[in-house]
């Protein structure tokens, strides 16, 4: 009886694990962001030391994608004689704890710092950007497919996350097929 009891107690642990709990199995997440420049503030001035970014610990890649979730906020900032947009970024991890999750690289001319978007229980993002010898440096819980928005007196980052759809066969079939008809 004991032992019937404890290899169901194993099948039970193993069940998840074989049918890809989602707490277990990593997920991907798009994470795209943009910084722009308030261009009404010409005479701001930082109160307090200067202090670098400093680059969190890292366990995975992320990696470069297509700009899709920000196109109309980034278009709105390009319009506005207010904001002046500086870059706009879009990029793919996986969906792992502060540990083990990619961080950005921001390398700019006149931006560096690190995005760090991690999923403990819930999702969070880190930003720490140095902008002209400005920094913004703050820790958000983020929700998926909300737009969130850090604020510093001289620039500002906008960030959305949201799922990471696989492409199937049917859609990379669909758009080869549309290739061939617009031709050469």
Known sequence: MK???????LIALAVPFILGNPMVVAKEYI???????NALDSNITEPHA???????RTG????????QLLLEQADALEASPDYEL???????????PYRNSATYTVVENDARGY???YADQLLFANIDIDYKGFRLFEKRRLKLKEKHYFDHPK????????????????L???QDNQDNQDGP
């Open 3 to 9: 032992r019937a009891c404890k290899i169901l107690s």
């Open 31 to 37: 994470v795209e962001a943009i910084i722009f420049e």
């Open 50 to 56: 200067y202090q670098a970014p400093k680059k969190p």
């Open 60 to 67: 995975a890649k992320a990696w470069v994608l297509e700009k």
């Open 86 to 96: 500086r870059y706009h970024f879009a990029w793919g991890q996986e969906s792992l």
């Open 115 to 117: 995005i760090k978007v």
């Open 155 to 170: 620039f500002g980052v906008l960030i959305q996350v949201s799922r990471l759809e696989p492409v199937t066969e049917e």
């Open 172 to 174: 990379l079939l669909d």
